[in-house]
């Protein structure tokens, strides 16, 4: 595998290089300046490396919150009236620069829900085939990562085409697919890195896993049984605090529910596919009334149980979640992943209930 | 692989009052391109989504039999948006249908055995494509007997009434038709709620003996202490199960129990499975 | 503060044990700097997680709505307003509740912290009217004055306005405020400013509902923008439907909402919407004389006719 050195003064000439076969996106400070998300870069815009890990995760790249799946006419008139037509969309190739390895490895892992053998969603499938991933590795991980007991890690490789790796005055690229290759010879970095390049980023990368101070346990999980889990006694405490308001959905990497609405603005329908969220009360409401999850603390229990449990039983490579730490950044009231999956993981069936 | 989002356009070529106060009514479908029905192809117990473009879809038991060709059905109630707007429409009004959508009845598995069929108001759709399915000529010497315990609160609220009267007459089939209650002198069938019909001419359970129920949550409840006192053990009693669903096809991740989604790996399930799940449904 | 927090956790400890109430809701430790988790406490040895510091700026009384239990529970100035609000509402009953008063000083905003230090928070102590900051390769003191919630800084309530016991003694109500000074700098713009202002606004907005969720004021089984039947808004990103979200939900706590800044806390994007729930509270006071959730016994002006209403805008 080839790894390439792209000198610091290589970089934007590069980059405006590759601008001609790719439409760029990377991380980039709003116009208030501080919350960083990722964005289609302007002609001459370049990605801010530097910048704090983004408020919401690049899953909309791929998946966008708000997305038309068809357009029909409901003319009476019209002879096609009624019938559903995909809008042209073109799925242009797409260089995703300044990924974190983290979130790279979340599209892996959401990918097993939208191309399965049964079932293709082309949107989400489409968009992500379009896309190659250059990513960064994180040298410096935040306190809220803790992606390396997730089978994911700051030096990750998951998902990736290019991994980056910051050595001051260049990158070193592991260019790790085809994708890759296409990519860095789109942008004309073509150097060979020498031999001490290998053993630059082992160093870095040692460096990085050992400041990951945030670490779960889910080797226990893996053995309880769903019921057990679910029927635990800790849900309430565990849940008691939240507000139900889906901050934590939206800005995950890997959660990848859906509500689909069809809305009619005078002869045009559209039918769209939006983000949703199961902690809504109204996400799991029968048309009768019913609600299976009606009580706060049972959507809860869904989104932990779905994360840490459901997704490691069906798919056996994991948990559905890739450390990131961007919900317990912006839980308005401080619920942790890390500590509800550590006190799923400690939770033992046999011994007694003993109330808080 | 196609889209699996699209529907097929289709034409309402019929549309029944199902029922004497018109909550329910019976709608038969005509696929516009004719291919679409070869590629539709379903099997008992499945459901699909009825599209309505301008307003939504909803996920509905598919009634009609795949052994009954040049049409699909579909018994739909009156109680939201999408379903109040179905309601309204004609024969010759166009939408769309995606599916077939989810498992179905374990047919294999039943061939050779005998199967009991338990169904209360209108959750009858499904088990009425099961019977017909089942009595077609080509397919009755696969089973052995067949027994069916239906039941509403009333005459009038009994769906697809003239069939149920039809299969009745027969003999290679033992229909246990029931009403809460009726004030109809002429009423020739059993009165009495549907888990006291199952107590009473339910067959007693065995290896080769099946039941297939569905039906309020309420009916189910009561029920089901009934099959177990005749001895049904849990992996041969099958359920088909509802929940709230939006693609249909196991992705917008709303319909599960536990990590069974209900759109995908059911919503036909036996009772084992489903006692190892949560009862989110 | 520390002195709050002794109080709190013995008077809590002295109700659950007496039997006085079946829990009481306050906040534990967070796990992040600058954050604590709302708590539902039912024993007394379970009252030593409690806490109390300028991070619970978060409405308690969000957390009390529908439930049937004695409840007891720890409310700061707004969060006592809200707690009227909902005694006149019919959401809960007085004979309910055993309040524990907390005189406030105000709660520090996590983001305007967070911007002005050069890197990621690791750990913050507040001494006196300081807050001292820590990261990696930082340390910084910051006048608490200078990081206050927005609405702290203009908050003419610290003081409880209904309790039954107190965890710290009264303090002096800020005075000399101008309560409206944002929204009357919006309303000198002219009309196009005014609405190019209110689009950089929403621009972010990712319709999570957060905002909703977070106030004590909406608990509505069912939210006007989840209605199906008819179904009044979109659930796109059509800037259209997030105005109509915004305006409408402000609209609904026009002359009832206290101004205690859980909504602005709670957006994960950062939206300062409270400029339209104040705009309201403004016009209810200018138009009134009223201010939400001071007197349980007082009903609001919106569900009142008084002789002598204001009546200008019937033409």
Redesign the interface.
């Known amino acids: 595998m080839k790894i390439i050195r792209i000198d610091k003064k290589e970089w934007n000439p590069g980059l405006t290089q590759a601008r001609q076969s790719y439409r760029l996106v990377g991380p980039v400070a709003?116009?208030?300046g501080?919350?960083a998300e990722f964005r289609t870069l302007d002609a001459e815009q370049m990605p801010d490396l530097a910048a704090?890990d983004t408020?919401?995760s690049p899953k909309a790249i791929v998946y966008p919150?708000?997305e038309v799946?068809?357009e029909?006419s409901?003319d009476p008139g019209d002879e096609e009236?009624?019938?559903?037509k995909?809008p042209a969309k073109a799925y242009d190739a797409c260089a995703v620069v300044g990924i974190r390895p983290y979130d790279a490895a979340a599209f892996t892992l959401v990918r097993k829900?939208?191309d399965?053998p049964?079932?293709?969603?082309?949107y989400w499938c489409d968009a992500y085939e379009a896309c190659t991933f250059v990513g960064l590795a994180v040298n410096q991980p935040?306190?809220?990562d803790f992606s390396t007991s997730v089978d994911s890690g700051p030096f990750s490789e998951k998902g990736l085409d290019v991994l980056l790796v910051d050595t001051q005055d260049a990158y070193l690229a592991k260019v790790l697919t085809e994708k890759g290759e296409a990519f860095m010879t789109a942008a004309d970095w073509q150097t060979a890195a020498d031999a001490s390049a290998e053993a630059a980023i082992n160093d870095l990368q040692a460096a990085a896993e050992a400041a990951i101070q945030a670490t779960v346990q889910y080797d226990r999980i893996k053995d309880l049984?769903?019921?057990d889990l679910?029927n635990a006694p800790f849900w309430?405490?565990v849940g008691?605090?939240c507000?139900?308001?889906?901050?934590c959905t939206?800005?995950c990497p890997t959660c990848?529910?859906?509500?689909?609405?069809?809305?009619?603005r005078g002869k045009i329908?559209r039918?769209?596919k939006?983000?949703?969220?199961?902690m809504?009360?109204?996400?799991?409401?029968?048309?009768?009334g019913?609600n299976?999850?009606g009580d706060k603390v049972?959507r809860v229990r869904?989104r932990f149980?779905?994360k840490l449990?459901?997704?490691l039983?069906?798919y056996e490579d994991g948990l559905m979640c890739v450390g990131c730490g961007r919900c317990?950044?912006?839980c308005?009231?401080?619920?942790?992943i890390?500590?509800v999956c550590n006190t799923m993981n400690s939770y033992d069936p046999e011994a007694c209930a003993c109330?808080? | 692989m196609s889209n699996p989002y699209l529907p097929y356009p289709v034409r309402i070529d019929e549309v029944i009052d199902a029922v004497d106060d018109k909550s329910l009514k019976t709608f038969k479908f005509v696929f516009l391109n004719p291919d679409d029905e070869a590629r539709f192809n379903h099997k008992a117990g499945q459901f699909a989504e009825l599209s309505i473009p301008g307003y939504g879809e909803i996920p509905i038991g598919i009634a009609s039999a795949p052994t009954e060709k040049g049409f699909v059905m579909f018994t739909v109630f009156r109680t939201g948006k999408v379903s109040a707007q179905l309601h309204s429409m004609q024969a010759g009004d166009i939408m769309g249908i995606r599916g077939p959508l989810g498992n179905w009845f374990p047919w294999e598995q039943l061939e050779g055995k005998n199967v009991v069929i338990i169904g209360g108001g209108f959750a009858f759709t499904t088990l009425r494509a099961s019977i017909v399915y089942m009595l077609e000529p080509e397919n009755r010497a696969k089973f052995k007997d067949i027994h069916v315990i239906y039941g509403a609160r009333r005459p009038g609220l009994l769906l697809y009434r003239d069939e149920l009267m039809a299969w009745e007459a027969r003999d290679d089939i033992n229909m246990h038709i029931t009403v809460d209650g009726t004030d109809d002198p002429d009423w020739k069938y059993n009165v009495g709620f549907v888990p006291t019909i199952t107590e009473q001419k339910a067959p007693q359970a065995d290896d080769d003996t099946y039941a297939i129920i569905c039906g309020p949550p309420v009916m189910i409840k009561f029920t089901q202490p009934v099959l177990d006192n005749l001895g049904y053990t849990h992996d041969h009693i099958i359920m088909s199960l509802e929940n709230r669903m939006k693609c249909g096809i196991g992705m917008c991740g709303r319909c599960n129990i536990g990590k069974e989604l209900v759109c995908k790996d059911g919503p036909v399930f036996t009772l084992e499975q489903l006692n190892l799940t949560p009862r989110e449904y | 503060m520390s002195s709050y927090i002794e109080s709190i956790r013995s008077i809590a400890e002295k109700w659950l044990a007496d039997g006085d109430v079946e829990l009481v809701i306050g906040f534990r430790a967070g796990s992040m700097p600058l954050m604590n988790e709302p708590c539902l406490v039912r024993t007394p040895a379970g009252t030593a997680q409690l806490v109390w510091d300028s991070n619970c700026g978060i409405n308690l009384a969000n957390y009390i709505t529908g439930r049937k239990e004695k409840i007891g529970i720890v409310a700061k100035g707004c969060d006592s307003r809200n707690i009227v609000n909902h005694i006149v509402e019919n959401k809960i009953s007085r004979e309910q509740l055993k309040i524990i008063g907390v005189p406030c000083q105000g709660m520090i905003d996590r983001r305007k912290i967070t911007a002005m230090v050069p890197g990621e928070i690791l750990e913050v102590r507040e001494e006196d009217t300081a807050v001292i900051v820590k990261g990696a390769d930082f340390e910084e003191t910051l006048a608490k004055a200078d990081v206050l919630q927005q609405n702290c800084a203009v908050c003419i309530h610290r003081n409880p306005v209904i309790y039954d016991e107190l965890a710290g003694e009264l303090v002096a109500e800020q005075d000399g405020i101008d309560r409206y000074a944002d929204v009357k700098a919006i309303e000198a713009l002219a009309e196009e400013e005014r609405w190019d202002y209110f689009e950089k606004l929403l621009a972010p907005c990712i319709r999570c509902y957060a905002c909703r969720n977070a106030c004590p004021l909406c608990y509505c089984p069912t939210c006007f923008v989840d209605e199906s039947k008819p179904q009044w808004v979109g659930k796109s990103q059509d800037p259209i439907d997030v105005r109509t979200f915004h305006f409408l939900r402000a609209y609904h706590c026009a002359g009832r909402c206290t101004d205690c800044g859980a909504c602005e806390r709670a957006c994960p994007v950062g939206i300062n919407m409270r400029v339209f729930t104040k705009k309201l509270e403004k016009d209810c006071y200018d138009a009134f004389g009223w201010e939400a959730g001071l007197d349980p016994d007082v009903r609001p002006p919106l569900d009142t006719y008084r002789p002598g209403d204001p009546d200008a805008f019937i033409k």
């Open positions: 709003d116009e208030a501080d919350v704090a408020v919401l919150q708000s799946m068809f029909y409901t009236r009624n019938i559903l995909r829900n939208f399965t049964d079932y293709r969603d082309p935040d306190s809220t049984s769903i019921l679910y309430e405490d008691f605090a507000i139900n308001c889906g901050t939206y800005v990848w529910c859906f509500d689909i609405q069809d809305e009619v329908g039918r769209f939006n983000w949703d969220t199961c809504e009360t109204q996400f799991t409401l029968h048309a009768s019913h299976p999850r049972m869904q149980m779905h449990k459901y997704f039983d069906k317990v950044r912006s308005p009231v401080n619920i942790d890390r500590k109330p808080v």
